[in-house]
């Protein structure tokens, strides 16, 4: 697609195609901050939702994270334009107080909470954000900084289950994920209609607007944003196969004991079948077996190099979970609780006047 392509506004087809799926949902919650993408998803939702005789009931929310002071104006200025397009509006406001570091991820989350609060209260299946293909890239690129595996650098998907806040129920949907923004800012241009200009998309601060500033220099070396969207969705393919691999892996291979310690024991095809496989299969049994949260990518693949590459009596422990391997098996169980040490009695000792007290191992002197 040229330049000239990635400028044109979204037609009317266009978005019958993007949001013809949820013609049959109870309702759509569509977050709108007031920038360029999210007005237009605003625009695009109530014009498609214009031309369908029985639908879902539309609601536009615009969270206020209390951050800029010009935050209230702007979703004042959002409901005004959803009044328009004939969508109700709410705003929603992060209250209390915010941390001093990793303060977008907390106004991420707490965004993701008021739009699942919002949802449930409509009755609404979905939550619609208007992340770009433009997005996509930058998430590819955050995402391989950190050193992810074929999971993360998979990108965002356009339906996926709701980050924070959706018990389950609620799903959060994607629908401009495959468009370039420069499409998107058109299409809101087009329509005569101005948008907020966000300064934090910008601050150095953060890492996702400092790899954006840098995209300009990486697409003249051919890592533009569509190759980066074209990236994550082949590793999304190659997820999928991996996953039926590891679930058929698992059927023919997992031996499960439930109850208060579980275990899963993996037979004697375990170390025969492809490493990414076992890496997976050992994953799960730990996720499941133990209780300590999420298993780093990288000490799982730590200890899975140990248990293959040492002797073949070992143990170890991760999450929650001893691993054990025992000849050609592998047993994942759930580790005992960890007994809370009381503290030691301070020692006293009688001073002299004038006496120096010499400090104890992991003490202080007196002065």
């Not at 143990?315 to 007994?339: M, Q």
Request: hydrophobic share 45%; glycine share 8%; charged share 25%.
């Amino acid at each position: 697609m040229s330049a000239a392509d990635r400028a044109t506004p979204v037609s009317d087809a266009e978005a019958a195609i993007l949001f013809d799926s949820l013609r049959d949902a109870k309702g759509l919650v569509l977050a709108v901050s007031g920038g360029p993408d999210s007005t237009a998803l605003l625009l695009l939702a109530a014009r498609w939702r214009q031309r369908q005789k029985h639908g879902p009931a539309l609601l536009a929310v615009t969270v206020d994270h209390g951050l800029r002071p010009e935050a209230h104006a702007e979703a004042e200025a959002v409901k005004r334009m959803a009044k328009q397009s004939g969508v109700a509006h709410r705003m929603m406001r992060w209250t209390g107080r915010k941390p001093k570091s990793g303060l977008q991820k907390a106004a991420r989350e707490a965004r993701y909470r008021l739009l699942a609060e919002a949802a449930r209260k409509i009755g609404a299946d979905y939550v619609l954000t208007a992340h770009t293909r433009d997005d996509q890239a930058e998430t590819v690129l955050i995402r391989m900084s950190r050193g992810s595996g074929i999971t993360g650098l998979g990108g965002m998907t356009s339906v996926a289950p709701f980050p924070v806040g959706g018990a389950g129920r609620v799903k959060l949907v994607r629908p401009l994920l495959d468009l370039p923004k420069a499409r998107l800012t058109a299409t809101v241009a087009a329509a005569g209609l101005e948008y907020a200009d966000d300064p934090s998309n910008r601050d150095p601060r953060f890492t996702r607007a400092r790899l954006r500033a840098a995209m300009p220099a990486l697409a003249r070396e051919g890592l533009t944003a569509a190759r980066l969207a074209q990236l994550a969705r082949r590793l999304q393919r190659a997820e999928v196969a991996l996953e039926v691999a590891v679930v058929s892996a698992w059927t023919a291979l997992a031996q499960e004991r439930t109850g208060e310690m579980p275990v899963v024991t993996f037979g004697d095809g375990y170390l025969a079948l492809p490493e990414e496989v076992q890496v997976r299969l050992l994953g799960r049994a730990i996720a499941g077996v133990g209780d300590e949260g999420p298993v780093e990518l990288g000490k799982l693949e730590a200890l899975h190099s140990a248990l293959v590459e040492g002797h073949p009596r070992l143990r170890r422990t991760l999450a929650g979970a001893i691993v054990t391997r025992d000849g050609d098996r592998l047993i994942v169980e759930r580790a005992p609780a960890r007994r809370k040490l009381r503290p030691a009695r301070a020692r006293r000792t009688p001073l002299n006047h004038g006496a120096t007290l010499q400090p104890q191992p992991g003490q202080t002197a007196l002065k």
